[in-house]
């Protein structure tokens, strides 16, 4: 039987471990202590969109550390933690390498670019692999997770070129429990349409306190959105990065007459950290296009803004 260990027991966590384990794949998370209880004693359950999946207490393993696997037991490594955990995660698993089976895949499904780069200090390329998520989550007890929007499937590939053949029983598994699931060949440019949504929303929204669809309904958040909208091409053009439409214009029409419409009443990760008072994940996000940015001696005074508005509101937690 395959075995996936889902790093990582948040809303996106939750919903695919019930996806997972509805078709017959074993399913272990690594969690943190109380949400390990949790598991334990309630199960997990995926809700909302595509339907309802539960998994009953004692049908699903959580674990706090890696010892506590059997060795080479693991088939995927899906790492859905926050970015902000991506060197700990990196290490943990490196450190605990002996319980990755020969041919192991680790799987990263998160917000932002250059995710893969501290699994690339102790991985080979052929052993990482990544998902474009565009699907909203939102865990609404530590054990259930609540589908709220959907607008494209989720999408499992290599940045390096890889053969994606490996990722096909997850993307199958996933869409057979209802979510659609697919792998592709040109992932970077799926990641760059998800930088370009999730730049252009996430953290505006979580400044503004208002859902997605709200954002297009103001001709000054319009303004905002359209000025992020440029800066991203023109950091994509300079340094090489492609995507799925060739101007700003042409992303626009898909953005503001399908994207933000398929996504309207989703409320931003970003604005649900905020609300919590946890650390975001801006620096993989707008921050990304920043560093870039400065890098190639770009100006992207839009994205630069964000990200001062985003920091401010974590230092007044």
């Given at each position: 039987?395959?075995?996936?260990?889902?790093?990582?027991?948040?809303?996106?966590?939750?919903?695919?471990?019930?996806?997972?384990?509805?078709q017959?794949?074993?399913?272990t998370?690594?969690a943190?202590?109380?949400?390990?209880?949790?598991?334990q004693?309630g199960?997990?359950?995926?809700?909302?969109?595509?339907?309802?999946?539960?998994?009953?207490?004692?049908?699903?393993?959580?674990?706090?550390?890696?010892?506590?696997?059997?060795?080479q037991?693991i088939?995927?490594?899906?790492?859905?933690?926050?970015?902000?955990?991506?060197?700990?995660?990196?290490?943990?698993?490196?450190a605990?390498?002996e319980?990755?089976?020969?041919?192991a895949?680790?799987?990263?499904?998160?917000?932002?670019?250059?995710?893969d780069?501290?699994f690339?200090?102790y991985?080979?390329?052929?052993?990482i692999?990544?998902?474009?998520?565009?699907?909203?989550?939102?865990?609404?007890t530590?054990?259930?997770?609540?589908?709220?929007?959907?607008?494209?499937?989720?999408?499992?590939?290599?940045?390096?070129?890889?053969?994606?053949?490996?990722?096909?029983?997850?993307?199958?598994?996933i869409?057979?429990?209802?979510?659609?699931?697919?792998?592709?060949?040109?992932?970077?440019?799926?990641?760059?349409?998800?930088?370009?949504?999730?730049?252009t929303?996430?953290?505006?929204?979580?400044?503004?306190?208002?859902?997605?669809?709200?954002?297009?309904?103001?001709?000054?958040?319009?303004?905002?959105?359209d000025?992020?909208?440029?800066?991203?091409?023109?950091?994509?053009?300079?340094?090489?990065?492609?995507?799925?439409?060739?101007?700003?214009?042409?992303?626009?029409?898909?953005?503001?007459?399908?994207?933000?419409?398929?996504?309207?009443?989703?409320?931003?990760?970003?604005?649900?950290?905020?609300?919590?008072?946890?650390?975001?994940?801006?620096?993989t996000?707008?921050?990304?296009?920043?560093?870039?940015?400065?890098?190639?001696?770009?100006?992207?005074?839009?994205?630069?803004?964000?990200?001062?508005?985003?920091?401010?509101?974590?230092?007044?937690?």
């Amino acid at each position: 039987m395959t075995h996936t260990l889902i790093i990582g027991a948040g809303a996106i966590g939750i919903s695919l471990g019930a996806s997972l384990h509805s078709q017959g794949i074993k399913i272990t998370f690594l969690a943190r202590e109380n949400t390990k209880k949790e598991i334990q004693e309630g199960g997990i359950w995926r809700t909302g969109l595509f339907g309802e999946i539960g998994v009953p207490a004692g049908e699903i393993t959580a674990i706090a550390d890696l010892s506590e696997l059997a060795d080479q037991s693991i088939d995927y490594a899906m790492v859905c933690t926050k970015t902000l955990a991506n060197a700990d995660v990196a290490a943990n698993l490196a450190a605990h390498r002996e319980k990755l089976a020969g041919s192991a895949k680790i799987v990263i499904l998160q917000n932002g670019w250059g995710n893969d780069t501290p699994f690339r200090a102790y991985f080979s390329e052929e052993q990482i692999y990544q998902a474009r998520v565009i699907t909203g989550f939102a865990r609404t007890t530590p054990n259930v997770s609540n589908i709220t929007v959907h607008t494209a499937p989720i999408l499992f590939g290599s940045l390096y070129g890889k053969n994606t053949d490996c990722m096909e029983p997850l993307a199958r598994a996933i869409a057979a429990s209802g979510i659609p699931s697919e792998t592709t060949d040109v992932l970077s440019e799926a990641l760059w349409a998800k930088m370009l949504y999730n730049t252009t929303l996430n953290p505006l929204g979580a400044i503004l306190q208002v859902p997605y669809g709200k954002l297009t309904e103001s001709d000054a958040s319009r303004s905002i959105m359209d000025r992020l909208i440029d800066e991203t091409f023109l950091l994509m053009e300079h340094c090489g990065y492609r995507t799925f439409w060739d101007t700003p214009d042409d992303y626009r029409a898909e953005f503001y007459g399908k994207l933000v419409p398929d996504t309207y009443a989703h409320r931003s990760s970003t604005l649900q950290d905020i609300e919590k008072k946890q650390k975001t994940e801006i620096d993989t996000l707008n921050g990304c296009i920043v560093r870039l940015a400065k890098k190639h001696h770009l100006s992207v005074p839009t994205h630069q803004m964000i990200c001062e508005l985003i920091r401010s509101l974590e230092d007044n937690y």
